[in-house]
């Protein structure tokens, strides 16, 4: 505050939810010490603009003595190579630059850059607040000869649609306004009713890769490894309804088959990989149907995480022996020196053999013996394990 009061500000990030004001803040900054105020987004702007942006900004401190204010909206948006172009116009004082993002910086801001601001965390605006805020709002508009007037309960629910999001409420009051068309300079008494009509439903607040993202994301995986598809469906439908990105769900749902399912039933790796282009090809609101298909699908197939044991024991195994040599029966001879030194000697063609099987080994000699891969009697693996057991029975005999 004393450095405001001062007309001195250093850069900053402003990080805090939607509608809390940060766009508010960056311009309340501007006014405050007279400076020069551009808005600029990294979702739609790029460097181009920036470096236009910094030439206005030299010419206007060397011809007036006025300093500039470049707000980044999102600038969690622009890739490590883009954020480092502030650098040196942030360092030489051209700019005052005041971020805003609603992701933690430490994840998506490059150290070089936040090593040279300051970050403050800004909190979702309270009930009493907002309140404050949707009054005003109608008070507004009542000014502008456009009445429409919310009992205590409307406002009250009114406060918790906006959910903390000042923006929300404001466009909320808006809505409203339009929507009862109210323009003829008679006031309209709004319940709840009514309102809850209006608004039609409350929109649910999503952080797309902050906690609630990974907490929803780990109640879908695990109600698909629970054979829970009513659950599955739930946690599904909440994260598409507040914007997930669906093809972020389907890569996930393909883990899921590749992780819970496996050869348990080896059509749900299938069934996953066809709803992934099945989205990709009709995009939203068509596309998640398939989605949805594919979770149902893995929700209800057997399970079995015998495969993702099995990868986890033959990587610990090759982690801890990484250089034992391959066996000479199973080396190519593509010379006759190779084939001299025993390079292939002794190699069995598993084809010509009874049951596909000659039994040979096919492990280095200190694994010998090793059997990672176990399926349980479920599923599809039920055939895949009656298969094995002849198979290994075979490699006995050698």
Known sequence: RLA???????SMILWGPPGCGKTTIARLLANT??????????????IPRVRVIIEE???RLHREGR???????EIHRFNKAQQDAFLPWVEDGIITLVGATTENPSFEVNSALLSRVHVYVLESLGPEHLEALVRRALEHEETNGRLARLDADAVGMLVRYADGDARKAINAVEQIVHDLDAGDGLATEITTSELEATLARRMPRYDKSGEEHYNLISALHKSVRGSDVDGALYWLARMIDAGENVMYIARRVVRMASEDIGLADPRGLTMALAARDAFHFLGSPEGDLAVAEAVAYLATAPKSNAICNAWAEATAAAREHPNEPVPLHLRNAPTGLMKDIGYGKGYRYDQGEGGFAAGQQYLPEVLRGSEWYNPPDVGFEKTIRERLTWW??????T
Do not use: N, P
């Open 33 to 46: 010490t007279e400076r020069h105020f551009e808005a600029f987004s990294a979702v739609t702007q790029g």
């Open 57 to 59: 900004a030299q010419k």
């Open 67 to 73: 300093g500039t204010i470049l707000f980044c909206d």
């Open 4 to 10: 405001i009061d001062r007309g001195e500000m250093q």
């Open 392 to 397: 290994r029975s075979q490699k006995d005999q």
